[in-house]
């Protein structure tokens, strides 16, 4: 599972059992309390049987650590006391642009965008990650 966390939605997606495919699942919407979000998040990493879960972390350009790093790092110390499977933060970079380009490509309206965009960048992020360790084998 990959998480794009930010302050307003968390998008999850899901990978195959294989580690071959990454899916978006959800966008899951803030709600002005962590605690909720976290327990919201614990349920669905339980629910789909996760064995890893990927949190992006937004790295600027040079590779230094984005103002949403220290939020993205401190829900992921959150979340690993609620779930026991290993949590790894992931270079998100350019994700949100990547998938709000793809949406528009498949002719997304802007609203649709907005509902989808989240749950679509996590999925990057995790396709991302599974290559990454996929060429690490």
Do not use: N
């Not at 979000?37 to 590779?63: C, F, N, Q, T």
């Not at 793809?102 to 965008?113: F, H, N, P, S, V």
């Amino acid at each position: 599972m990959a998480l794009d966390v930010g302050e307003k939605t968390i998008g999850v997606a899901l990978s195959d059992e294989l580690g071959i495919v990454a899916s978006p699942l959800v966008t899951v919407r803030r709600t002005g309390s962590e605690k909720a979000d976290l327990r919201e998040v614990a349920r669905l990493v339980e629910e789909h049987g996760v064995s890893k879960v990927v949190v992006g972390i937004p790295l600027m350009l040079s590779g230094a650590e984005a103002v949403q790093a220290g939020k993205a790092r401190g829900f992921a110390a959150k979340l690993a006391r609620r779930v026991r499977v290993p949590i790894e933060m992931w270079d998100e970079r350019l994700t949100t642009v990547e998938a709000e380009r793809a949406l528009i490509e498949a002719g997304e309206t802007r609203e649709q965008r907005g509902r989808s965009v989240d749950k679509v960048a996590a999925a990057l992020i995790l396709r991302s990650y599974l290559a990454a360790k996929g060429s690490d084998s």
